[in-house]
Nanobody, 116 residues
Framework: QVQLVESGGGLVQAGGSLTLSCVAS????????MGWYRQAPGKQRELVAE???????NYADSVKGRCTISRDSAKNWVYLQMNSLKSEDTAVYYC??????????WGKGTLVTVSS
């Protein structure tokens, strides 16, 4: 089992920045993919960004150029730097880990609220 704990959510004004962090613990298999998903009220959960063990990244079109995902694989951390935040970025953000041998695993989520 893998446990994921997110932190860094909160209330921010439109145009502001926020960094989310997630730490994984437990039986972690490598290589793996760590990512951030979000779910806004009344909407389905969607991918925001993901990063492989080899640091290859993938971003949703809606956040390209505004968000940067990074990871510290040795310490099992993944980060999401979000800039130029918009009201439509308001959502619960979930950390995710998946590998060929186990997963996917999800954190409990952290709420990001962007005020206009």
């Amino acid at each position: 089992q893998v446990q994921l704990v997110e932190s860094g959510g909160g209330l921010v004004q439109a145009g502001g920045s926020l960094t989310l962090s997630c730490v994984a613990s437990g039986s972690i298999f490598r290589p793996n993919v760590m990512g951030w998903y979000r779910q806004a009220p009344g909407k389905q959960r969607e991918l925001v960004a993901e990063i492989t063990s080899g640091a290859n990244t993938n971003y949703a079109d809606s956040v390209k150029g505004r968000c940067t995902i990074s990871r510290d694989s040795a310490k099992n951390w993944v980060y999401l730097q979000m800039n130029s935040l918009k009201s439509e970025d308001t959502a619960v953000y979930y950390c995710n880990m998946n590998s060929a041998r186990s997963g996917p695993y999800w954190g409990k989520g952290t709420l990001v609220t962007v005020s206009s």
